[in-house]
């Protein structure tokens, strides 16, 4: 049996099939926003959606990385540096989309948030699928 401080090979696979399923959906999502943007005429909405982008996933990419190191790797005082790593790459777009007026600061929220969005909508839909499976099995 493996030690609690140690990370299963399931884990780290499950870890990174999350991880990548995310980058995927918010980046099909990042372009069909693009096109959308350039048909429209408001090309300079992508910088605001990049910047978002950008940081959202460093926020994620510490979000994940704490809950390996409290959970897998029982490191509970990993999480506070974790925590304010992700303050800071919340802080950073905001700032600077407040400070430049060519910035459109709901896009930017829109985007920063675009990686959790994706994050929730792929738990939800896996967890209604077990709810779905585990409700056929109750009814036979």
């Not at 005429?41 to 994940?64: D, E, N, P």
């Not at 790797?73 to 700032?95: D, E, H, N, T, V």
């Not at 675009?114 to 699928?129: P, R, S």
Request: charged share 15%; hydrophobic share 50%.
């Amino acid at each position: 049996m493996q030690p609690l401080t140690q990370m299963s090979e399931k884990g780290v696979k499950n870890i990174s099939l999350i991880k990548q399923r995310i980058v995927k959906r918010s980046i099909i999502t990042l372009l069909i926003f693009v096109i959308i943007s350039l048909a429209t005429g408001y090309g300079h909405w992508i910088y605001s959606a990049l910047l978002g982008s950008c940081f959202g996933f460093i926020a994620v990419t510490l979000m994940i990385n704490a809950q390996v190191a409290v959970i897998h790797q029982q490191k509970p005082g990993a999480f506070m540096i974790y925590f304010l790593g992700r303050l800071i790459a919340y802080s950073i777009p905001i700032a600077v989309s407040l400070k430049l007026h060519t910035l459109n600061l709901s896009i930017t929220l829109l985007f920063l948030f675009i990686f959790q969005i994706q994050l929730l909508i792929l738990e939800a839909t896996k967890t209604y699928k077990g709810y779905k499976k585990r409700k056929k099995q109750w009814i036979k």
